[in-house]
């Protein structure tokens, strides 16, 4: 759901092509929102609007991918996040090289990594490292 102009980073729907599913093309956009909001840096519509979804998920009962296409519709946009927490589109570009190298060299095609928390495990200490100062409220998850 957009509640302002927002900037839309990514959405699984561009990357569900032929035999690639929504979860499959979803899987990076996911983990990339999940680990925003295990950090807190989620915006308060975003946490009023799905505050249930996101306790299913900081309880590692829905996964990132799922998350991602029931609250949002496979789609990443800026009003998710916190004012502070927004992110430019040269950042995404430099988190969509660090999951690719992160877990691509396992599978022929991103698209082939499991929409799982262990992915999310591999990736997440890497995004600490890209966006450390929104990294000042992590949970421990």
């Known amino acids: 759901m ?43 519509e975003f946490l009023k609007d799905f505050s249930e979804e996101i306790s299913l998920l900081k309880g590692r009962k829905l996964s990132p991918s799922s998350f991602l296409l029931k609250t949002c519709d496979g789609k990443f946009s800026s009003d998710a996040l916190s004012s502070d927490a927004r ?12 999951y690719q190298s992160a877990l691509h060299y396992q599978y022929d095609s991103i698209y082939e990594i499991a929409d799982s928390w262990e992915a999310y495990d591999t990736v997440a200490p890497l995004l600490a490292d890209l966006f450390p100062q929104r990294n000042k409220t992590a949970e421990d998850f």
């Not at 900037?7 to 680990?35: C, F, R």
């Open 87 to 98: 992110i430019t589109e040269e950042q995404y570009k430099e988190y969509i090289d660090e």
């Open 2 to 44: 957009l509640y302002r102009s927002a900037m839309k980073y990514d959405d699984a729907s561009w990357h569900a092509k032929g035999e690639t599913t929504l979860e499959a093309g979803g899987t990076h956009i996911g983990i990339l929102l999940t680990w925003f909001i295990l950090h807190g840096q989620e915006s308060s």
